[in-house]
């Protein structure tokens, strides 16, 4: 499977009915379990300068590549429970994304960028 | 693209450089951007019961649509900047899984389950 | 000290500059981990009904009241930093709030309630 | 009322009240609600680099003044709906974290800060 969606979908779907745990899979479920995913993510992150590589070690990069794949898991888990084509939003998602922020317009420019993020 | 997780991360590398954005994307920046991502997500579903489409609602299914792909893009910009394959983390970390949480062990049982999972 | 927000800012600067931490609290760090403290704080939910204190159980009260003081703890050590009184922001919030959320309308209407707060 | 922690419960019950919305107050929905909070809280920090009161700028300090008092009114929310006392809560796990980080071990030291932390 590795790196396509419907793949990783499919081996999710298989784990889960494996264990009966498709009744804990709610949407709003999912979100908060992937919110909660992120923030561990994040956990190896706060402290740090940047996160680079050199900065995190090796045995953190483990650790963070692990809390990488749940993030992933979950997120293709809710697209499936809700129907959802993750590759054809992220291809819409982005279209949308380059009329919002046009390259001419916002290029390099730190301020621009932030004014526009955080609109 | 799509479906492929190395097409969607060279999609969102041509994004990046057109704009020049890549000076602000250090891996700790992308952690804190996809954490707020999810928590976008999961704003949709704060105040439902389980989130089920009917439930959202079709105008906010699209929302919800747009911030999976948010965080999905972050996710992949995030494995990109440390050099870390996502589809080759997922079947890792689902390895990991399935040693950890033994289908016989588990089956439908959601006390073992939340035992589980809060481990 | 106990319920007062200035006293617990104060204990909060004991602690910290005994232990020469200050140099890692930027407002940035610290957004970063009060987002994970609460999300830790979610962990414990994300797979209950309504999370009353009956379906959490005693010893995951216990935890979940260590978890809740986490994040009261960095909330006040950013505001001390940020040079905001936390206690004068929620008192403008809160008429910003009553402003923005007439009794009158919104009352026990679950569905206005959603679009109003999803705004 | 502004800086006891009771004064801020009473003040936020009334709000509650006058909008029939203790319906929605679960623990697990104040939980998400808070979550969502801290996030909002955290992007107006997420491409900056220390979040300093310069590099932020007044315009956003109101905000991020709003923002942290959203936190703190679902924080005491989901502590009164817990029957948790989040003094007497904050107390204890500083007891707790003085016995885990003694300050003549963990002094000044990133290192040892970071590895202490990630536990």
Same mark, same amino acid.
């Given at each position: 499977?590795s790196?396509?969606?419907h793949a990783?979908?499919?081996?999710?779907?298989?784990?889960?009915?494996e264990r009966?745990?498709d009744?804990?899979h709610?949407p709003?479920?999912?979100?908060?379990?992937?919110?909660v995913? /992120?923030a561990?993510?994040l956990e190896?992150f706060q402290w #740090?300068?940047? +996160?680079?590589?050199?900065?995190?070690g %090796?045995a &953190?990069v483990?650790?963070?590549?692990?809390e990488?794949?749940?993030v992933?898991v979950?997120l293709?888990r809710m697209?499936?429970?809700?129907?959802?084509?993750?590759?054809?939003a992220?291809?819409?998602k982005? /279209?949308?994304?380059?009329a919002?922020?046009?390259?001419? #317009?916002?290029? +390099?420019?730190?301020?621009?960028?932030? %004014?526009? &993020?955080?609109?």
């Amino acid at each position: 499977m590795s790196n396509d969606l419907h793949a990783i979908r499919d081996a999710v779907r298989v784990f889960v009915d494996e264990r009966d745990w498709d009744q804990f899979h709610t949407p709003k479920n999912l979100a908060c379990a992937m919110s909660v995913e /992120a923030a561990e993510l994040l956990e190896h992150f706060q402290w #740090l300068q940047d +996160g680079q590589r050199d900065e995190l070690g %090796e045995a &953190k990069v483990e650790q963070v590549r692990h809390e990488m794949a749940d993030v992933l898991v979950y997120l293709v888990r809710m697209a499936d429970k809700l129907d959802i084509d993750l590759g054809a939003a992220v291809v819409e998602k982005m /279209a949308l994304n380059r009329a919002k922020y046009p390259a001419e #317009l916002v290029r +390099g420019d730190a301020r621009k960028y932030h %004014e526009y &993020k955080d609109k």
